[in-house]
């Protein structure tokens, strides 16, 4: 058998087993993360409707749902077909898996892009998920559990009160900087301000489409209003001018 | 087994009490599979670059260097989610933040879809009215929403990977623009919806905008990743301890 046929088909292998398993497992964790909020709405006896988790899915695919398709289409260059099933299980991909790939591909002197490269990433991942799911084992799930428990009431009571805005002071800044499109985030800031502070107020029922309706409208101002300049024509869009990756 | 027994007593849609409800041991179960999951796929994944690797030119050793070194640089990351994901834990309970947050989505992300499930149901996260059903509402959509990139991507991988070439030819500078345009209003209009509530929601969103602005800075000017890495959790945990502080005047 000559070096190239060899190759070819310890390649196509390592397509087949990672593209299907990667498949079945991924579609075990799909049942497993919903099959938690199933046990609620369903058999907890909490009294939850069902068209109000439609509802609230509605109202979220309002706002997510471009997101939803982009971000595969994004990774997947970056990633390549074989680790795309392990990256959008683990999570948190542009902050740790993306770099945890590049270094490893570093480390031994390949390139992305490159089959040996991909390899690379593949056990770079594999790395990564191994001290991950250590980590959140230990300090998430056993001392954090413990934790919780001796903190005094009213620090929990602070923590649940307000951490939504807590969470988003940060986020909202995080997001900007790493989308690195000074113009969107003042589009969306003056969106945001108008939709909350004058819209709310005025039409009774807004508060519902609030989220929606500032998004949507961002959106297509951030579009209309797009430096021509630099994002004028498709084949002038550089590969380095991509973001550092969407903020998930 | 004892069905009843896994059925926590404190199931009562009206109470507020949510971790007696959000740390059942039916969600525990459904966390530790997802774990499971993801063990099972990085062993046939490694056992599967390990068989490819030798027929490419690449040696056993690299690629252990190369596990050991995706080890090593996600650490500092995994150490950082883990630090976001406690903060979190007395609003969604240890199964749903280590799944949610710690695995499958992120702290933004989830938090913001929790949100807006919370404001269809005419209801807020944490707070008098997040009640045990507003918690299981949150929950399934936080779920479906991750259930839908999870669908995406056993979607449009194949596609890809087939050269799919009508897919690649979506106007790059579309893609440049409308989603991070998108995801970043998404945050600032949830962000500055908490603002009218109280001049102490005023102070959390501040202090932690601030101190996250502060940290980018330094980042920047010091020229540490690692800072990056870090500040979203300093600066939600600065942040709440400013808000508790605001609390006691």
């Known amino acids: 058998m ?36 199933a046990y609620l709405v369903f058999f907890s006896g909490l009294d939850i409707e069902v068209a109000s988790v439609l509802a609230a899915f509605a109202a979220l695919a309002a706002v997510f749902g471009v997101i939803w398709i982009v971000e595969p289409l994004t990774y997947f260059p970056i990633l390549g077909a074989s680790s795309m099933y392990q990256a959008f299980m683990i999570g948190n991909i542009s902050n740790k898996l993306l770099p945890a790939a590049m270094i490893a591909q570093a480390t031994i002197g390949v390139k992305p892009g490159t089959r040996k490269g991909e390899l690379a990433a593949v056990a770079a991942i594999c790395g990564a998920a191994a001290v991950h799911l250590t980590s959140l084992f230990v300090f998430v799930g056993l001392l954090g559990t413990w934790l919780v428990s001796v903190i005094p009431t009213d620090i929990v009571q602070t923590v649940q009160f307000y951490i939504l805005p807590t969470v988003l002071g940060a986020v909202i800044v995080q997001a900007i900087v790493s989308q690195k499109a000074p113009r969107s985030a003042i589009i969306a800031l003056t969106v945001s301000l108008i939709v909350i502070f004058v819209l709310v107020p005025l039409i009774p029922g807004m508060n519902l489409f609030a989220t929606a309706v500032a998004v949507i409208a961002t959106a297509v101002l951030a579009w209309v209003l797009r430096d021509r300049k630099t994002l004028g024509a498709t084949e002038n869009v550089e590969s380095d001018a991509l973001p550092e990756g969407p903020v998930y | 087994m004892n069905i009843p ?51 490419i030119g690449m040696t056993q050793d690299e690629i252990k260097t ?25 609003i969604f309970g240890t199964p749903a933040v280590l799944v949610r947050i710690g695995l499958i989505g992120s702290v933004s992300y989830e938090t913001a879809a929790a949100a807006i499930a ?42 890809l990977k087939r050269g799919d070439s009508a897919l690649r030819k979506v106007n790059p500078a579309i893609m440049l623009v409308v989603p991070g345009a998108a995801m970043i209003a998404a945050f600032m209009v949830l962000g500055i919806a908490e603002l009218p509530k109280s001049w102490i929601h005023v102070v959390a969103f501040l202090s932690s ?38 609390t006691r005047l």
């Not at chain 2, 926590?8 to 959000?22: C, H």
């Not at chain 2, 046939?44 to 068989?51: G, L």
């Not at chain 2, 050991?68 to 979190?88: C, T, Y």
Request: with cysteine.
């Open chain 2, 66 to 90: 190369s596990f050991r070194a995706g080890a090593i640089s996600a650490l500092g990351p995994s150490l950082a989610v883990v630090m976001v994901a406690v903060a979190l834990l007395t």
């Open chain 2, 118 to 159: 919370a404001k269809t149901a005419g209801a807020e996260l944490g707070g008098p009215t997040y009640t045990q059903a507003v918690f299981g509402l949150a929950l399934a959509a936080m779920s479906l929403g991750g259930a839908m990139w999870m669908i995406a991507t056993l979607i449009l991988t194949p596609l």
């Open chain 2, 209 to 246: 905008a601030g101190i996250m602005t502060i940290l980018m800075l330094i980042a920047k000017r010091v020229n540490k990743p690692w800072i990056k890495e870090w500040a979203l959790g300093i600066a939600i945990i600065l942040a709440l301890a400013i808000t508790y502080a605001a």
């Open chain 2, 5 to 55: 027994a896994l059925l926590p007593a404190a199931a009562d849609s009206n109470s507020t009490d949510i971790l007696a409800i959000a740390n059942s041991p039916v969600l525990w179960a459904c966390a530790i599979g997802v774990f499971l999951v993801i063990i099972v796929q990085s062993v046939i994944y490694m056992k599967a670059a390990k068989t490819a690797a030798p027929h």
């Open chain 1, 2 to 37: 000559s070096k190239a046929t060899e190759m070819h088909e310890a390649l196509g292998a390592f397509d087949k087993t990672t593209s299907r398993w990667g498949r079945i497992t991924m579609i075990i964790g799909l049942i497993l993360s919903l099959a938690a909020p």
